[in-house]
């Protein structure tokens, strides 16, 4: 296997760590984390768990992986924030102060991720052979329907209309360099983390409990962090390494090409996306 027969790299301590994870949890099983990574995770990285719903966890199984665990309670009040405060707390905590790289992950990580992709990015930090800005992990696709909410949150948080359409993979889980998020001031940040807590737009049809700006900044984190709206599949993105672009059969429909079926679904989708833009 993988780890048993590469060394692992050396932590350079005056560089600052190498990785930052980040996971937003809620009562999820994260044994994952040090069961299936162990000898992949570089050498001085830093882990932050942010407990949602009242979840605890031991921090001991972590500890001899990494030089730093800390253990956060967030609490999101009566509207769910999901994986949104935790990652934007995590952000406002430590604006200045990144590792090099920071993995954003949810309690159920590997329900959505490509756990081959995962271990491909640990490995690659380790060894500096990463350089890719921004990955997204998981595999299923979001629907690109441009909704009125969409694009009314969109300008909200970026101060400009969207051109174009919003096109990323679904759930919020991805690897970003510290470059991309200090790329942005502390006060966009802020600007997120507070709108979470207001009323959302006109144009938006809320769901009771949860927060409307969370459920839109899921097709919004990639621009956040500098990638253009429509991010390619990574199998089609010339920008990553030709080891972090595998085929995606997950994220295709089973339906066969040239199908009626297909057609239909391609055609509601289509009447969708123009009706609610």
């Avoid at 560089?15 to 050498?43: M, N, R, Y």
Wanted: aromatic share 10%; charged share 20%.
């Amino acid at each position: 296997m993988l780890r048993a027969c590469l060394p692992r790299a050396q932590y350079n301590q005056t560089q600052g760590a190498p990785l930052g994870i980040v996971v937003a949890h809620c009562k999820e099983d994260i044994s994952w984390l040090h069961q299936d990574f162990p000898g992949v995770i570089p050498v001085g990285s830093d882990l932050a768990i942010y407990e949602k719903c009242d979840s605890t966890t031991d921090p001991d199984p972590y500890l001899p992986l990494f030089s730093s665990v800390q253990i956060k309670h967030l609490d999101d009040g009566d509207t769910r924030q999901d994986e949104c405060s935790a990652y934007l707390t995590y952000i406002l905590s430590n604006y200045g102060n990144f590792p090099r790289q920071i993995l954003f992950l949810q309690g159920d990580a590997l329900k959505h991720a490509n756990r081959g992709l995962l271990r491909l990015i640990l490995v690659g930090v380790s060894f500096g052979t990463v350089k890719a800005q921004f990955v997204h992990f998981n595999s299923q696709r979001l629907v690109s329907a441009q909704t009125k909410c969409r694009k009314a949150i969109y300008e909200q948080v970026f101060g400009e209309p969207l051109e174009g359409k919003l096109s990323t993979y679904c759930c919020a889980q991805f690897s970003v360099a510290s470059s991309r998020i200090t790329a942005r001031p502390l006060e966009f940040y802020e600007k997120m983390a507070r709108i979470m807590n207001e009323a959302s737009p006109g144009e938006c049809c809320d769901i009771v409990g949860h927060s409307t700006h969370c459920l839109i900044y899921e097709s919004l984190w990639h621009v956040v962090f500098g990638e253009p709206p429509a991010l390619p599949r990574r199998v089609e993105d010339a920008s990553l390494p030709a080891f972090l672009r595998p085929l995606e059969e997950e994220a295709e429909s089973f339906l066969p090409r040239g199908s009626k079926s297909l057609q239909e679904a391609q055609f509601v989708t289509s009447r969708y996306s123009i009706e609610n833009s």
